[in-house]
């Protein structure tokens, strides 16, 4: 059971708009900045956002994520084939004093 | 051009006990957090530790705790996992991963991973 709870499976047509969603408490996203991964087995998992909100350079701007209260959004617009992967949430756990992932958002495109 | 490669992974057997590292390149390794994740098959990713740029602090998972040891050579450049004790459910593929701080903000840049298989 992950800390941060994500929807495990997501599916949409090419073009399409997702958002995938990353609840949390008060002793994690309510309090520390959210950080969003993709990856793909037999690859390195891939930074998407940082800060709740950023984007690292090289990261196209149809991805985009927000934070509210205890709750956090990615959203990946105009989907393509090649955003086929699994994506997680992640931030520190002032409580618990350690780093915490989502169980993962296995993405499909149909 | 900033690079991380683990090595060390093995089949070993349940109980036993092994070091994993990761080499750092293309950026100043003493200047930031290092981070521990694993992925088990069939599995989402999951978080094992961090280190603090000078070692100073060290936070570990809780089904790690005790069994497992993080270090660092920040003048080799290397990140270490010592694992004892190791169990059925320690098989996963390990990965470093750096911070984008000192400490424990988030990672930004990861390896490929080295794969540990515990198994009689």
């Known amino acids: 059971q992950s800390v941060l709870t994500q929807p495990p499976s997501m599916s949409a047509a090419p073009g399409r708009l997702v958002t995938i969603s990353c609840s949390g408490t008060?002793?994690?996203?309510?309090?520390?900045?959210v950080s969003w991964y993709r990856h793909l087995p037999g690859t390195a998992p891939k930074l998407l956002a940082f800060?709740?909100?950023k984007r690292p350079s090289g990261v196209p701007d149809r991805f985009s994520a927000s934070k509210s209260g205890t709750s956090a959004t990615l959203g990946i617009a105009g989907i393509q084939s090649g955003d086929e992967a699994d994506y997680y949430c992640?931030?520190?756990?002032?409580?618990?004093?350690?780093?915490?992932f989502g169980g993962g958002t296995k993405l499909t495109v149909l | 051009q900033v690079h991380l490669v683990e090595s060390g992974g093995a089949v070993v057997q349940p109980g036993r006990s092994l070091r994993i590292s990761c080499e750092a390149s293309?950026?100043?390794?003493?200047?930031?957090?290092m981070h521990w994740v694993r992925r088990a098959p069939g599995r989402g990713l999951e978080w094992v530790a961090v280190?603090?740029?000078?070692?100073?602090?060290?936070e570990y998972a809780d089904f790690v705790k005790g069994r497992f040891t993080v270090s660092r050579d920040n003048g080799k450049r290397k990140l270490y996992l010592q694992m004892d004790s190791l169990g059925v459910d320690d098989t996963a593929l390990y990965l470093c991963?750096?911070?984008?701080?000192?400490?424990?903000?988030?990672?930004?840049?990861w390896g490929q991973g080295t794969m540990v298989s515990v198994s009689s």
């Open positions: 293309g950026f100043s390794f003493r200047n930031h957090g």
């Open positions: 991963a750096r911070d984008r701080t000192m400490y424990y903000h988030g990672m930004d840049v």
């Open positions: 992640g931030t520190w756990d002032s409580r618990l004093s350690q780093w915490v």
């Open positions: 008060n002793s994690n996203i309510g309090i520390n900045s």
């Open positions: 280190i603090y740029y000078d070692g100073s602090t060290k």
């Open positions: 800060d709740n909100n």
